[in-house]
C-alpha cells in the first residue's frame, strides 16, 4: 500500500528542511549563484559524468578553464597529482571540504593521492578563480576549490558497488551504502575503495585503500553530523622529471630508484552542529581533526657501502585541530555571514638512514596556530546586487630545528603574520537573459616552511636566512574580475576577464643548496597575470550538445636577476603558465540512456626557467572518448579512451641538472572500463 499525498508531501518537506540545515556550513564559504565571482558550481550528476576514480586534480581540470593538471605516473588514476590554476602552484589554491581545511597547513599543498576515489563521495563541488570569497584555511590566492560531502538526506535506501579496470594493470572497487533519511530521523553513508596500478611511467605503481563515513540526526530545528575519511597509499616515487635525451631513448622512464616506495596515510574527522535559530537565520559550529604521515624514501648509489645502495627516509607526521563557526542572518539590510575560524596544526620532520629508523640523525618540529575571521554581506536593490567580504587572518609560524645536527641551539624567531582581505563587487542582471558583474579582491599569503628552508631541514648553509623573519616576506595579489552571464534558450556563456598584479611573490629565483637539491625561494619583483575565460554549453536538436572552455593568460615578471650572476632579464614570463588553454566535448545520445562524447584538449607551450630563451613545455592536443549506458535502472557501465591519437605530450616540465629539458611523460593511448550497480 503506497503513502498518502498527504504523508508524501510531509515527508518531502522534512527532507528539504533537514537539506538546508545540512548545507549551511557549505554555503558559507561558497558564493551565490549570481555573485560577482568567477565561479563553476557542479552537482552530482555532472561529477558522476566526469569521474571514473581519478586523482581529484584530473576531475578538476574537466570542470573549469585555466586549470591544468599533471600525473608522476603519466596516468590519471596513480600516484601522485598536481594541478596549476591561472598558472598558479596548488599551494595557493583552497581546498575544503564542508569548509574544513584540506590543505597541509605549513607546505599548504593537497595530495589527493593520499585519500583515493574521493571524487565518489561528493555531492558538488564550486571552484572559484582569483581572489573569490572568504574560506576557511590558508589563503585564497589563485582561487578555491569546496567540496560539499555527499548528502545523506537521499530519498530511501540504497546500496552500490564499481569496479573499473584497464591500461597499466589498473583496478578499482568500491562498495557504499546509504540508509536515506530515517523515520528516526538518522541517516548514514559509508564507502570502502581499493586501487592499484602499476602507473604508466617505470616502476610508478599505487596501492591505496580508503574509508569514507558521514552519519547525522536531523530535527526540526537542529542537526549533529559526523563525516570522516581515512586513506593509505603505497606509491612507487616518480617526482623527477626525466631528460629530453632519456625520454628519446625510453618514454617510460623513471630515473628514482625501484625500491623507493612511500607509505603515507592521511584522515579527517569533524563533527559539525547546525542550529536554525528561526527562519531568518543559522549558526553552525564545527569541530575537526585531521592528520597525515608516513614515509619518504630516497636511495642512491653510494660507494662507500657494502651494498652500494644507500636510503634517507624523510617521514614526517602531521597533526591538525581546529574549530569553525558561521552565522548566518537574512533581513532587510542584506544577507550576512559571519564565519570564524581557529586552528592549531603541529608538524614533525625526521631523517634517518635506512634502517635505523631509532636513530635519527635530524628532527624537528614545528607549529602554526591562525585565528581568522570574515563577514559578508550581499544585499539586491532590483536587478542590482552588491557584495562586500572583509577577512582578517592572524598567523604564527614557529619553526624548529635539531641543534645536535646544527651544532648550536637554532633559535629561530617566531614568525607573526597578519592580513586584512577586503573583496567587494557588483552584479546586474539583464532581463532574464543574463548578467554583467565586476569585482575586486585583496589577499595575502604567508610563506611555506619551504619557502623559508629552501631545503628539508635547518643546517649550517641556510640557518642564517632562517632566523632572519624578513628573508622571504608575505606575498600580495590584487585581482580585477568583470564577466557576464547569459543564456539564450538552451545556450548559456560565461565569459570573464581578469587582471591580477602581484607584490613580493615568492618563487624559486635563489641560489640552488646541494643538501636539500633545492632553489631558494624569494620574493620577486612586481609581476601580473591577465586573461580571458570561457565557459559555453548548448544542447540541439534535442540528441546533441557541446560544451567547451578555453582561456587565454598573459603574464608577466617586471624583472629577475639569477642568484650569483651579473645578468637582468626584464618582462618575462612566469614558469608553467601556458598562453593558451581550451576544450571542446561534443556528446551524442543516440537513445536516452547512451552518451557517447569526444573530448578535445589544446594546451600552449610554457616556459620552464626564468630566462628571455626559456626551455619551453612543448604544446599539446589530446583527444578522449568516453561512452555510458544506463541499463537496467540506475545500472551504469562506462569506457573511458584517453588520448586516442597516442600521442607522446607532457604537461610539466623543469630544467635537468645539466641545463637541459626534462618532462614527466603522460600516457599514450589508455583505456578503462566501469560498472556500477546501484540496489
Known amino acids: 500500500m ?3 499525498p498527504s504523508l508524501m508531501w510531509a515527508q518531502t518537506q522534512d527532507t528539504l528542511k533537514a537539506r538546508a540545515l545540512e548545507e549551511v556550513s557549505v554555503t558559507a564559504v561558497r558564493a551565490s549563484a549570481d555573485a560577482p565571482i568567477a565561479q563553476v558550481t557542479v552537482g552530482l550528476k ?12 584530473f576531475l578538476l ?191 617510460r622512464t623513471n630515473v628514482l630508484m625501484e625500491n623507493d616506495i612511500d607509505d603515507f596515510s592521511q584522515y579527517l574527522f569533524q563533527l559539525e552542529h547546525t542550529w536554525r535559530l528561526s527562519s531568518n ?5 564545527t569541530l575537526y581533526y585531521g592528520g597525515a604521515g608516513g614515509d619518504f624514501p630516497f636511495s642512491y648509489v653510494d660507494s662507500s657501502t657494502a651494498t652500494n645502495l644507500t636510503t634517507i627516509n624523510y617521514p614526517l607526521n602531521n597533526q591538525h585541530t581546529g574549530w569553525l563557526s558561521n552565522f548566518s542572518y537574512q533581513s532587510n539590510l542584506g544577507l550576512f555571514n559571519l564565519g570564524l575560524h581557529a586552528y592549531t596544526f603541529v608538524r614533525e620532520n625526521i631523517e634517518y638512514v635506512e634502517p635505523n629508523n631509532l636513530d635519527p640523525y635530524y628532527e624537528d618540529q614545528s607549529t602554526k596556530d591562525e585565528f581568522s575571521a570574515f563577514l559578508k554581506w550581499e544585499k539586491s536593490f532590483g536587478p542590482l546586487k552588491l557584495f562586500a567580504d572583509l577577512q582578517v587572518r592572524q598567523v604564527q609560524l614557529a619553526l624548529g630545528g635539531d641543534a645536535d645536527f646544527l651544532g648550536e641551539d637554532p633559535n629561530i624567531p617566531v614568525r607573526d603574520y597578519f592580513f586584512v582581505n577586503p573583496k567587494a563587487g557588483i552584479s546586474y542582471n539583464i532581463r532574464s537573459k543574463g548578467q554583467v558583474y565586476a569585482s575586486f579582491g585583496r589577499s595575502g599569503r604567508e610563506p611555506t616552511r619551504t619557502d623559508i628552508l629552501g631545503s628539508l631541514q635547518v643546517n649550517a648553509s641556510n640557518i642564517s636566512d632562517i632566523r632572519n623573519v624578513n628573508s622571504v616576506e608575505a606575498e600580495f595579489v590584487n585581482d580585477l574580475e568583470l564577466g557576464t552571464r547569459w543564456q539564450w534558450d538552451a545556450l548559456k556563456l560565461d565569459a570573464n576577464l581578469f587582471y591580477m598584479t602581484f607584490e613580493n611573490e615568492i618563487a624559486p629565483i635563489g641560489v640552488y643548496i646541494p643538501e636539500g637539491f633545492y632553489q631558494v625561494y624569494l620574493n620577486q619583483e612586481s609581476s601580473f597575470r591577465r586573461g580571458l575565460e570561457l565557459m559555453l554549453t548548448y544542447p540541439f536538436m534535442k540528441r546533441f550538445e557541446i560544451q567547451a572552455q578555453g582561456a587565454y593568460l598573459d603574464a608577466q615578471i617586471s624583472q629577475y636577476a639569477p642568484a650569483n650572476q651579473e645578468i637582468v632579464y626584464r618582462d618575462i614570463s612566469p614558469i608553467l603558465s601556458p598562453n593558451f588553454n581550451a576544450s571542446l566535448q561534443f556528446t551524442y545520445r543516440p537513445i536516452s540512456s547512451v552518451r557517447l562524447a569526444w573530448r578535445g584538449r589544446y594546451l600552449s607551450e610554457q616556459a620552464m626557467e626564468l630566462s ?47 641545463g637541459g629539458p626534462a618532462f614527466l611523460v603522460q600516457a599514450p593511448i589508455n583505456i578503462y572500463g566501469s560498472v556500477r550497480f546501484v540496489f
Do not use: C
Not at 142 to 165: D, I, K, M, Y
Not at 616 to 642: C, E, K, R, T
Open 2 to 4: 503506497g503513502l498518502s
Open 46 to 57: 555532472t561529477i558522476n559524468e566526469n569521474f571514473n576514480g581519478q586523482d581529484g586534480a
Open 61 to 251: 581540470e574537466r570542470l573549469t578553464p585555466s586549470l591544468v593538471s599533471y600525473s608522476e605516473s603519466g596516468t590519471n588514476f596513480s600516484n601522485y597529482g598536481q594541478m596549476r590554476l591561472r598558472g598558479i602552484d596548488q599551494t595557493r589554491i583552497n581546498i575544503t571540504l564542508n569548509g574544513v581545511p584540506l590543505n597541509d597547513m605549513i607546505d599548504q599543498g593537497v595530495f589527493f593521492s593520499n585519500f583515493t576515489d574521493f571524487g565518489n563521495s561528493i555531492q558538488s563541488v564550486q571552484i572559484q578563480r582569483g581572489v573569490g570569497t572568504s574560506s576557511n584555511g590558508v589563503a585564497s590566492y589563485a582561487g578555491s576549490v569546496n567540496f560539499q560531502s555527499l548528502s545523506l538526506l537521499q530519498e530511501g535506501p540504497s546500496a552500490e558497488v564499481q569496479f573499473t579496470g584497464g591500461s597499466f594493470n589498473t583496478a578499482r572497487a568500491s562498495a557504499e551504502v546509504h540508509t536515506g533519511l530515517q523515520e528516526n530521523r538518522t541517516a548514514f553513508y559509508a564507502r570502502m575503495s581499493r586501487l592499484q596500478s602499476d602507473g604508466y611511467r617505470e616502476h610508478s605503481g599505487t596501492e591505496s585503500n580508503s574509508l569514507f563515513f558521514s552519519g547525522g540526526y536531523f530535527g526540526e530545528k537542529q542537526s549533529l553530523k559526523f563525516t570522516g575519511f581515512a586513506g593509505n597509499t603505497k606509491n612507487d616515487l616518480a617526482y623527477s622529471p626525466v631528460s629530453l635525451s632519456l625520454i628519446e631513448d625510453n618514454p
Open 281 to 285: 537565520s543559522a549558526w553552525s559550529n
Open 612 to 658: 628571455d630563451d626559456p626551455l619551453m613545455v612543448p604544446s599539446s592536443f589530446i583527444l578522449d572518448f568516453m561512452a555510458d549506458w544506463n541499463f537496467i535502472g540506475d545500472h551504469v557501465l562506462s569506457l573511458q579512451i584517453n588520448n586516442l591519437s597516442d600521442e607522446l605530450y607532457y604537461t610539466y616540465g623543469a630544467p635537468d641538472f645539466n
